[in-house]
């Protein structure tokens, strides 16, 4: 497996061929992505802020993990993998929902992802790898709205995008 290669795919998200990491995001070619998030018991969200050492959205705040499958991996085994290496922790994720975007980053970069959403329920202490996380935290969703609203800035573009997508299905699937 090739963790420094995304895999490319049509606006369907079937698999076209795959590209390394930094030529997918400095040629805004789309590409499959994964976003895990995770809640605590008590329903807290928990958010990791990003080093400065990652290559964009450096020092930002966002979901639990968030990165991409490698060529041949499943979306799901991706997730899984980059939760236990970002956060240190394992859970039991459900596939949420998937969406496309495309957002301009810094250094000429741009996100043009398919990203697949994924959600789990987990009171394990994190042990964040420092290559990847900064800080993390745990916050209630009224809260981190009214954070993201006031001070969008702080966060990363996809998470600015879907974190009331996230509440949404989540409350649905509760309901």
């Not at 994924?118 to 009171?123: A, L, Q, S």
Request: proline share 4%.
């Amino acid at each position: 497996m090739v963790d420094n290669d995304v895999i490319l795919v049509n606006k369907q998200d079937i698999t076209i061929g795959s590209m390394n990491k930094m030529e997918a995001h400095q040629g805004a070619h789309l590409h499959r992505a994964i976003s895990v998030f995770i809640v605590n018991s008590k329903g807290e969200w928990l958010l990791q802020q990003r080093t400065t050492e990652k290559y964009h959205s450096k020092g930002l705040w966002s979901n639990a993990c968030c990165s991409h499958p490698a060529p041949g991996e499943k979306t799901a085994d991706a997730a899984v993998r980059r939760l236990k290496y970002e956060m240190g922790i394992t859970a039991p994720l459900t596939d949420l929902f998937s969406f496309h975007y495309r957002a301009e980053l810094e250094n000429g970069l741009t996100e043009h992802e398919i990203d697949h959403v994924f959600w789990g329920v987990c009171d394990e202490k994190p042990n964040p790898n420092p290559n990847e996380v900064m800080d993390y935290r745990y916050v209630d969703y009224e809260t981190l709205l009214n954070e993201v609203n006031a001070s969008p800035e702080k966060y990363s573009e996809w998470f600015k995008m879907i974190v009331q997508k996230v509440q949404e299905h989540v409350k649905n699937r509760q309901a």
